[in-house]
């Protein structure tokens, strides 16, 4: 597998693993691979009127794991 390659897969978020409030089809299910195989995920957003936490709780509600430290925003960027 490809992922095997890497320490870590940024993946963007609107668009890539979900649209508008849905998730992409099979984004679900291959997020769930990723993480069986222990490969390290960090969210992008370039959106900056969520916070970390508000970003996982959606991406969780559209059933795809994920913890406020793997988010990264464009408004966390900046700040950094």
Avoid: H
Wanted: charged share 25%; aromatic share 4%; hydrophobic share 40%.
């Amino acid at each position: 597998m490809l992922a095997d390659r890497y320490g870590c897969i940024l993946f963007d978020l609107d668009g890539v693993l979900y649209r508008g409030e849905d998730a992409v089809p099979q984004a679900p299910p291959t997020m769930a691979e990723l993480r069986r195989r222990g490969v390290r995920c960090v969210f992008l957003t370039n959106n900056s009127s969520r916070t970390p936490r508000q970003v996982a709780e959606k991406l969780r509600a559209i059933g795809i794991e994920a913890d406020p430290a793997e988010v990264v925003t464009s408004a966390l960027a900046t700040a950094e």
